[in-house]
């Protein structure tokens, strides 16, 4: 089993930056990979950002090269940084970890206003 608690989001004007932390506990060495997902509603929930135990990086397009996404072996976190930020980042953010099945955290609501 693994346990993920987030913290971070919150509301910001556009063009500004949030970041996101999400600290993992438990069968932690099984983890393969972590990263967050956001779903916005009405809508499907998609990938932002995965990093393997490797430091292996997948980024969605949408969000290239305006969010980072890195890990803290030592802390079991996984941060995710998003600068630049434009109201159709907004969504409920989820950390995610894969470790024989994937594990969610509980979500935490980005809003991004115009």
């Known amino acids: 089993q693994v346990q993920l608690v987030e913290s971070g989001g919150g509301l910001v004007q556009a063009g500004g930056s949030l970041r996101l932390s999400c600290a993992a506990s438990?069968?932690?060495?099984?983890?393969?990979?972590m990263g967050w997902y956001r779903q916005a509603p009405g809508k499907q929930r998609e990938l932002v950002a995965l990093?393997?135990?490797?430091?292996?990086?997948n980024f969605a397009e949408s969000v290239k090269g305006r969010f980072t996404i890195s890990r803290d072996n030592a802390r079991n976190t996984v941060i995710l940084q998003m600068n630049s930020l434009k109201p159709e980042d907004t969504a409920v953010y989820y950390c995610?970890?894969?470790?024989?099945?994937?594990?969610w955290g509980q979500g935490t609501q980005v809003t991004v206003s115009s």
């Open positions: 990093i393997s135990r490797f430091g292996t990086t």
């Open positions: 438990g069968s932690i060495f099984s983890v393969s990979a």
């Open positions: 995610n970890a894969y470790a024989t099945r994937d594990y």
